[in-house]
């Protein structure tokens, strides 16, 4: 009997290992909708966590794998580090004269000297737990105050700091800081969108099969957003937020931006509503392989204030572990993959060859 289980137990590691590979193996020919095309316009980039545009040639990068902030000049491909000896950085927002930066469980404001290198550190946040997920995305409001990412430290618990598993606010001069809105299990980015509000994707728990599916939220202050009580019998817990869009269990979206009104991607009219795009990473969570792509997110307000409704379809798949995503000033699309050294691609019209 042993004999004839060996090659069974054989088959199904190397499908689990072949599963954990497919993602960073994947990815090499990304594919689009019709009318739109796929760039590779720069590899061994470590691994990227944020884009962030410091003007329209200079791209800025956060590498987790390097522990390092990199300029990019997308039309030289120059490149040079304007700060390492991070822990794992996974966001950052420049504000005039300073940029702050989230690293493993700690934020920190840096001054922006003449050179361009981010220098005298100036700790605004640390000791924030880390476990299976850490803090994510920085974002600043229109009313200067920073909103910080913080993932829980495990897949279902009770945390003992409030806060982990939830979006923080926290003071940009002095450190004081506290919990915006709770119950967000790993959210890896957001989105401010004039006129509306702030959209941030969430990732949720693993093992439950079917459930549960990745969210976007709209943040409404002080909300509870259901984790860790929303089990597959009580999907959203009584007396905290709904999803305003949902997509495929365990893929892991991630990455979000709001397209503008002149980008030559599809989208919304500001009549109808507007226009997300994200990243949805893939997951080792699934038997079968899941995520890979670029999903556009269309969003229509509803009747009621802070009431939405969404249509999210597929834009680009077989894009491996995409992760952060921009929009660049002209409208192009930015994103990169976390596999692979790191790479960074383009989404933009097919070009006219008449």
Same mark, same amino acid.
């Given at each position: ?27 090499? /020919? ?51 580090? &304007? ?63 920073? &909103? ?59 093992? /439950?099969?079917?459930?549960?599916? /990745? ?140």
């Amino acid at each position: 009997m042993r004999r004839h289980l060996l090659p069974v137990v054989t088959l199904l590691i190397a499908l689990l290992m072949a599963r954990q590979l497919y993602p960073y193996a994947s990815g090499s /020919e990304p594919s689009v909708v019709e009318g739109y095309e796929v760039k590779r316009v720069a590899d061994g980039l470590g691994g990227p966590t944020c884009l962030v545009w410091a003007n329209d040639t200079h791209l800025l990068i956060c590498d987790r794998d390097g522990g390092a902030i990199t300029e990019l000049n997308i039309q030289t491909d120059e490149r040079r580090v &304007l700060l390492n000896g991070l822990d794992r950085p996974h966001g950052m927002v420049l504000l005039d004269t300073v940029v702050v930066v989230s690293e493993a469980g700690k934020l920190t404001s840096y001054t922006i000297a003449e050179s361009g290198l981010y220098v005298e550190p100036r700790v605004l946040v640390e000791g924030i737990p880390v476990g299976n997920h850490q803090t994510n995305t920085v974002d600043v409001m229109p009313n200067g105050t920073l &909103l910080w990412h913080s993932g829980s430290t495990c897949n279902v618990c009770d945390e003992l700091d409030a806060r982990n598993a939830a979006l923080l606010w926290v003071n940009a001069t002095t450190g004081e800081h506290g919990v915006l809105a709770s119950g967000v299990r790993n959210s890896f980015d957001g989105v401010w969108v004039e006129g509306h509000g702030y959209f941030f994707t969430d990732n949720g728990r693993d093992w /439950e099969g079917d459930h549960p599916d /990745e969210e976007l939220n709209f943040m409404i202050p002080g909300a509870a957003y259901g984790w860790p009580d929303d089990a597959p019998e009580t999907p959203i817990p009584s007396g905290t937020e709904a999803p305003v869009g949902r997509w495929t269990p365990h893929t892991s979206m991630n990455g979000i931006d709001v397209r503008p009104v002149h980008s030559p991607l599809p989208g919304l009219s500001p009549s109808e509503g507007f226009t997300l795009y994200a990243t949805v990473y893939g997951s080792w969570n699934t038997l079968l392989p899941v995520g890979q792509e670029i999903v556009r997110i269309d969003v229509m307000p509803g009747e009621e204030e802070n009431t939405y409704t969404t249509d999210i379809t597929r834009f680009a798949w077989d894009a491996g572990t995409p992760l952060p995503l921009v929009f660049h000033p002209n409208g192009t699309l930015y994103y990169a993959i976390f596999g692979g050294g790191g790479q960074l691609f383009t989404i933009d019209e097919v070009a006219d060859s008449s």
